[in-house]
């Protein structure tokens, strides 16, 4: 959806707005607080200003003058650890033979 509205403007995505308002594989276009809908907004603000789907800014930036910040996604997650607060905890012991340590 996004390379099409890319390419093909903002008429595109309000004809197909407008087109699917009733098929739930285009609700996040209606679902302004939705997860999908709001990476769909950052994803398309991203490709817009030149970035790329593999590279782009990780600083928050705001789309408009006095708008809410944004946040983009890390570009590798998985390179980013577990967040603190879903890791889960660890006891230390002493491992036993035949097991890992914890380094």
Known sequence: MI???VREGPMFEAM???REINNPMFRFLFENQSP???YYRWRLYSILQGETP???RTDEFRMFKN???WRPPPINPYLQGMPEELAPQVEHHIP???QLSEK
């Open 3 to 5: 390379e099409f509205v």
């Open 16 to 18: 197909i707005m407008n």
């Open 36 to 38: 999908a809908h709001v």
């Open 67 to 69: 708008g809410s910040w």
């Open 96 to 98: 036993k033979k035949g």
């Open 54 to 56: 593999t590279r782009w």
